[in-house]
């Protein structure tokens, strides 16, 4: 399950957008080899190429699907501004009792998570040399690598908003965080983590990478002075606090960006894609 959780706060698609996308694919092939005659074990570049596309479609179209409840209610909430019940705010970060120090980038912040990926066999296909280039990029390919643990803390703040005339209390301890801007560190094989990613691992509580395996340590923070984006039901306490219900959401001020992103693109390409897709596996199948 953590890694669904995992996948649901980098992208939004959790059990349920999972569940819907192997029913929409498999409904698919239903479809065409209900109308057609198909053999998916034929060989045929056309059929694999047909479901390949629609396959990829779909993936844009749950997303979309996934993330349009948090989007509608973000664009609700940030209608509303900040007052009681569903309010959606972006302002400057104040802490209001303290902070944490992130352990990876060894800094002060209000809430950060963290991941820790394992290396994973490649069953030799990459040299010693390629792993050290490919572990050298900006943006590494997740595709050897494995969920080690992830996880999260946060203090209460105060969040600043309109130019800071709205003052907004959160307690983000029952929030579900979508901090972005991670800071990734790299320990490649044989090696022993140090600063900031033995402090990462010792926060983390797991046993060290086996030696002939490598380990990347990321980290995503909200720092005092940097701008957050709070999604929740607000009560009058003194003031506007936010600490419990649904949704509750801590994000940095991307959010609502990265959310209109995905639902737009999902359903500007994901429908089209994945409708060229089914259709040309009813072409394949002998029904068009």
């Known amino acids: 399950m953590a890694a669904v959780s995992d996948l649901k706060r980098r992208t939004g698609v959790g ?16 479809v065409a080899g209900r109308y057609g005659q198909i053999d998916w ?50 302002g400057t970060v104040e802490p209001t009792g303290g902070t944490l120090t992130a352990p990876l980038h060894d800094a002060p912040a209000v809430c950060y998570t963290y991941r820790i ?9 990459t040299s010693a040399d390629e792993q050290d280039d ?11 690598w494995s969920l080690a643990t992830m996880g999260e803390n946060g203090v209460r703040f105060t969040v600043y908003a309109d130019g800071g005339t709205e003052r907004v209390r959160v307690d983000p301890t029952a929030a579900a965080y979508h901090i972005d801007d991670r800071t990734e560190v790299v ?14 691992r010792q926060e983390a509580d797991i046993a060290p ?8 340590y990321q980290e995503a923070t909200l720092a005092p002075g940097e701008e957050a984006f709070v999604l929740g039901r607000a009560r009058s306490e003194g003031g506007l606090r936010i600490a419990d219900g649904t949704p509750f959401v801590v994000a940095d001020a991307d959010y609502p960006s990265r959310l209109r992103g995905r639902v737009t693109v999902g359903f500007v390409a994901g429908v089209p894609v994945s409708a060229l897709g089914f259709a040309a596996m009813l072409f394949a199948a002998g029904a068009l």
């Open 15 to 30: 059990a349920g957008g999972i569940l819907l996308y192997v029913v929409c694919v498999a409904a698919g092939v239903a």
């Open 187 to 200: 320990v490649e094989t044989g090696e022993h983590p140090s600063g900031g990613a033995e402090a990462l």
């Open 117 to 125: 990926l394992d290396e994973t066999d490649d069953d030799g296909d």
């Open 41 to 90: 074990t034929d060989g045929n570049p056309l059929v694999f190429l047909a479901g390949l596309l629609y396959a990829v479609g779909l993936l844009g179209v749950v997303s979309a699907v996934s993330n349009f409840p948090r989007h509608l209610l973000v664009a609700v909430g940030r209608r509303r501004g900040a007052t009681d019940g569903l309010t959606a705010v972006t």
């Open 134 to 144: 490919e572990q050298n990029d900006d943006e590494l390919d997740e595709a050897n």
């Open 209 to 216: 990478a086996p030696r002939d395996s490598g380990r990347r």
